[in-house]
Every structure is written in C-alpha cells, then in structure tokens.
C-alpha cells in the first residue's frame, strides 16, 4: 500500500513538473512565433494606468525590467497585469522619479513581487508615497542603485540600455525622471518619463536620442515635447499614457498638432488600453500590427 501511494506521489510530481516546462516553452514559443520571429524578441507593454505610467520590458534573454508602478490606486493593476504576463520577479525595478503617479503603486509591486534591484533617479522628495517606497526597498533588502549619465545596464548583451538624464538637486522632479535609450540592433525606444523643456534641451545636445519610439513625456503636457526634441528624436511612432477625464488637459492640443504635423503615429493608452510593442531589432510591431520604420 505504501509503495502504491509511493508510485502515485512520484507520477503526480513528474505530472505537474512536465506541464510546468511544457506550458513556459508555449509561452516563451508563443513570444516568438506570432510574429514569425526567429530570435526571441523585445517586448515592451506600456500599462494603462489611468493618470501615471507604468511599463514592462521582458528582454530577448528574458530577464524583466519594471519601469514605475502608476499611482496607489493602481499598484494592484500592475501586479495583475504582470501576472497575466507570467512574470514573477523583476530582475530590474526603475524609478523614474519620484511623483506618486509614479512610485505611488510600487510599495504594493514589491510586497506581491520579488524585486531584485532597483534603479533610482536619485531625486529626493518629502512625501510620505516616497518614504515608503524607499522603507519597503529597505526592508527587503533591495539593492538600490542610483542613475547616473551615460550608465549602461547590462542585463541582456543583445540589448543596450543607456541612461540618458537622472536627477539631481537642482532639477525638479520631473526634469529628475530617468530617460533611457533602448537599442535592440536597428531598432530605439526612448523612455522619458516626465521630463519637460528644460530636460529636454539637456538631452538634445547628445548625438544619440533619435529612436523610432518615443514615450512622449510627461503624458503630453504643453511644457514638454517641443519640436525641438521631436526633430532630435525624429520618431516614428509616439506612446502616450495619459487618463481620459485627467484634470490637466493632457495631451495638450499643441503637443497633438505637432505630432499630427510631422506626421508620428500615435498610440495612446486611453484609446487602446496597455499597448504592446515587440521587436526583433529589425522589424517592429505595435499591438502586433507591423509598423514601418524606414518608409
């Protein structure tokens, strides 16, 4: 009887550790196949988060960098939505300043999930969303990391992530976001954050912010994407994460016309809900539909 219950034990363990295997090789299959990839691609899924931002890469190699965690409201959303993902742990959390539509939902992202490293603009602020954002870190025991100009983060060697701008004392919280430059072979995706002119004009004078991509920074606000930046940049395709019914007007009509004029597709989050890009450094899609990148 004892070998019988033995035997049955063994077979139900070897069951569920097959399916287990089986069921990540679909997923990580799945990854790759839809859009008739033969490397494994970079996707990115910008969150819809309501009035903040909040955004996930999974790498080529498969490794996870969190990026914000929207307000407080909308920590728990995250948390799902990274589930939904099959993600269970984050190989690199970013913060990219301090605002609570940004860092708000991160305290409930760290106590759900397993967090290894976190990058931080470095900007210091007296809110109580941010001294606890900073406790739960330390109280898990997080490594943190503050962003510095030019810093490489090497998580996948297939793909380099530069940061472009980080904070310092004298700069505001918004013009303290982290911006990084995401470079998968041919294709780029800049990662504002909030930055604004004055940020804005500091990243101009690089040689190395043009991108296909770019997350229009601080949800579209009338003080930031000038069209300055958006001839330095000279994106294909512009991400905006903003809340229908926001009370800041965002994305402000002059924002919107200067996309429209230099003729920049648009993909915003109150119109398609969390938005997902992948790319195989070549070829790049938008909500799996193939977007051109040299017309």
Do not use: C, W
């Not at 691609?41 to 903040?52: E, I, K, S, T």
């Not at 998580?155 to 004392?169: A, C, F, Q, R, W």
């Not at 604004?196 to 991108?211: C, F, G, P, V, Y």
């Amino acid at each position: 009887m004892k070998k019988n219950r033995r035997l049955y034990s063994l077979i139900i363990f070897f069951f569920i550790f097959f399916t287990t295997i089986f069921s990540n090789k679909l997923t990580i299959e799945a990854r790759t196949t839809n859009y008739g990839y033969i490397t494994h691609p970079l996707l990115v899924y910008f969150f819809d988060v309501g009035q903040g931002d909040s955004m996930v890469m999974i790498l080529p190699n498969g490794k996870t960098v969190l990026i914000d965690g929207g307000d407080v409201e909308h920590g728990g959303v995250v948390i799902k939505k990274l589930k939904k993902l099959h993600i269970s742990e984050v190989d690199l959390l970013v913060s990219s300043h301090p605002d609570i539509d940004h860092i708000g939902g991160l305290l409930k992202v760290m106590n759900r999930v397993k967090v290894k490293n976190i990058l931080d603009s470095g900007k210091k602020y007296n809110s109580h969303s941010y001294y606890l954002y900073k406790k739960e870190a330390y109280q898990k025991n997080i490594p943190i990391r503050i962003a510095k100009l030019n810093d490489k983060i090497e998580l996948d060697p297939n793909v380099e992530i530069t940061v472009l701008n980080s904070g310092k004392k004298s700069y505001s919280n918004n013009n303290s976001s982290i911006v990084l430059k995401v470079k998968y072979d041919d294709i780029s995706i800049l990662l504002t954050g909030d930055i604004e002119r004055k940020a804005e004009e500091r990243l101009i004078k690089h040689d190395n912010i043009d991108a296909q991509v770019l997350k229009i920074p601080h949800h579209g606000s009338s003080t930031s994407t000038s069209e300055a930046f958006l001839f330095a940049v000279n994106p294909v395709v512009a991400i905006l994460s903003y809340d229908r019914f926001n009370l800041f007007g965002h994305p402000h009509r002059s924002v919107m016309k200067r996309l429209n004029h230099l003729g920049i597709q648009q993909f915003s989050t109150v119109e398609y809900g969390d938005i997902e890009l992948s790319t195989n450094g070549q070829k790049l899609y938008i909500e799996k539909k193939e977007v051109l990148v040299n017309p």
